[in-house]
């Protein structure tokens, strides 16, 4: 019975990145284990998934002792623990991660790459971000891109031998549930017009819907931008953008953004959202995404698998997770692109269009069930 380790940085980024696949492989004998920064969340997560976990601080900044305490104390749980394989996600978890189990020898080391930061750095943070990256290429037997731009830019870059580098599927680090989560026809009607009116979103209401961080790196600030001039060229339409996420402190958004979203009456800022994310799409009449950068953007199939059309952009993760024409279109990051793309959704049949082409798309590519079949063949 296989011991397998996954050292995460934050808890919010759990759930998008697993899901319930720690229950799924431990009904299938294996012992799941977890280390994440402390988190109030995270007792109760992992008692749900009924996986083993240690809260060990994983500081996402430059912190040289306190990164050191944490490879001595990952080096211990995998010793104590005598731990098989070693998985780490994000950046800083996975430095820590792979550095600690390449000091206690354990044979399989993989690292998921969910994006590249250093894309949207300059000068020697960028540099320091490359040499990291290249670093942890070094210490992992096997790195998982989350998206063919991202794996693509990975080579060409020269962040790692070719030959270790592989992909899941089509893409993403384990999919999303398609059948019992996210799909609009397991949606209680009673809850989500509770959600509605709580919100105080009239039926008639055009949603424009963001999920995720919020954040500089997010196009968070062209996005509030794009909305605000959608306001003033249709001042008689019922118009909300409803924002599901958190302020961060790390690339926080400038005090102006800030001050605009908790101001602006139309403007729904939701905070972390910890059960019941789908009845949030389900208010919503599209999605966008402006970002800067992605490793794969799991809210864009999360809207399109509750048969929402999507707004993306061309960069580096998001450009794979759309079909363009047929399940959402591009935009610029500018506030005037993402205006005109919004607008173009005013057309209920073709939002109807390309939901259905959505979900479909997400169905036969990214369900949670073909990737953890994936996952489990580098386990074995």
């Not at 989500?192 to 963001?210: D, M, Q, S, T, W």
Request: aromatic share 12%.
């Amino acid at each position: 019975m296989k011991n397998i380790l996954n050292v995460v940085s934050v808890f919010f980024s759990i759930p998008f990145f697993f899901g319930d696949q720690f229950m799924y492989f431990k009904r299938k004998g294996y012992n799941i284990h977890l280390i994440c920064s402390p988190s109030e969340y995270l007792d109760e997560y992992a008692n749900k998934q009924n996986v083993k976990y240690k809260e060990i601080a994983v500081n996402r900044s430059i912190s040289p002792i306190m990164d050191l305490l944490g490879i001595i104390k990952i080096c211990n749980y995998i010793k104590k623990n005598k731990i098989d394989i070693v998985v780490g996600h994000s950046p800083k978890g996975a430095l820590l991660s792979m550095t600690a189990a390449k000091i206690m020898c354990v044979p399989v080391r993989i690292y998921f790459r969910h994006g590249l930061v250093y894309t949207t750095q300059t000068g020697w943070f960028r540099k320091l971000l490359i040499y990291e990256e290249r670093l942890v290429s070094m210490f992992a037997t096997k790195i998982v891109c989350v998206s063919p731009s991202l794996s693509q830019f990975s080579i060409e870059e020269k962040l790692n031998p070719e030959s270790k580098q592989i992909m899941l599927g089509k893409g993403t680090c384990g999919g999303i549930d398609t059948v019992d989560k996210f799909n609009p026809e397991r949606i209680n009607i009673r809850e989500k017009e509770k959600l509605r009116k709580e919100n105080g979103i009239p039926e008639e209401a055009f949603v424009v819907g963001y999920s995720g961080r919020l954040v500089q790196d997010k196009g968070i600030t062209e996005l509030v931008n794009g909305f605000e001039l959608l306001q003033t060229k249709y001042p008689q339409k019922p118009l909300f953008l409803l924002l599901v996420g958190t302020f961060e402190e790390r690339d926080a958004l400038p005090e102006l953004i800030v001050d605009k979203i908790t101001k602006n009456i139309s403007i729904l800022y939701t905070g972390y959202i910890k059960n019941n994310i789908e009845l949030y799409y389900s208010l919503m009449s599209m999605l966008i995404l402006p970002s800067y950068r992605e490793g794969f953007p799991i809210s864009v199939i999360e809207a399109s698998a509750m048969c929402l059309p999507v707004l993306t952009t061309r960069s580096i993760g998001c450009v794979d997770s759309i079909i363009e024409g047929i399940t959402g279109y591009y935009v610029d990051i500018n506030p005037e692109s993402i205006c005109c793309g919004i607008e173009r959704y005013f057309d209920p049949e073709l939002r109807e269009k390309l939901g259905l082409a959505g979900r479909d798309f997400v169905v036969n590519n990214f369900d949670n069930m073909i990737l953890w079949d994936e996952i489990e063949k580098l386990y074995e």
